[in-house]
Nanobody, 127 residues
Framework: QVQLVESGGGLVQSGGSLRLSCVAS????????MGWFRQAPGKEREFVAA????????YYRASVKGRFTISRDNANNTVYLQMNSLEPEDTAVYYC????????????????????WGQGTQVTASS
């Protein structure tokens, strides 16, 4: 069965960095567009970043653009989210998600578009 397993979360001071990883199994990663979402307590799950099947197209929510970078290694079935200059407002559980895509360049920002989800990893940035 398909599994997405996130890791790399933790507690950092404001201004610090973390790199999240999402390892996929049970699917051929290069046929899936990938995304990262986050959910803070009492809030809706929101889009953070997305990357196309090939990795050639990326897209970010405005508040993380220039600080976060999404990337992928299809050979190792892994997607990454490098997070720099973390702020307390970035504190949330971060989830990776996979969407089967026939388009090599398609990227997806809508939560309900995605087919599979990981269990999440907690990121806390303290002030």
């Amino acid at each position: 069965q398909v599994q997405l397993v996130e890791s790399g979360g933790g507690l950092v001071q404001s201004g610090g960095s973390l790199r999240l990883s999402c390892v996929a199994s049970g699917l051929t990663l290069d046929t899936y567009a990938m995304g990262w979402f986050r959910q803070a307590p009492g809030k809706e799950r929101e889009f953070v970043a997305a990357i196309s099947r090939s990795g050639g197209s990326t897209y970010y929510r405005a508040s993380v653009k220039g600080r976060f970078t999404i990337s992928r290694d299809n050979a190792n079935n892994t997607v990454y989210l490098q997070m720099n200059s973390l702020e307390p407002e970035d504190t949330a559980v971060y989830y990776c998600a996979a969407k089967s895509s026939s388009s090599g360049s398609g990227i997806y920002t809508i939560r309900t578009s995605y087919d599979y989800w990981g269990q999440g990893t907690q990121v806390t940035a303290s002030s």
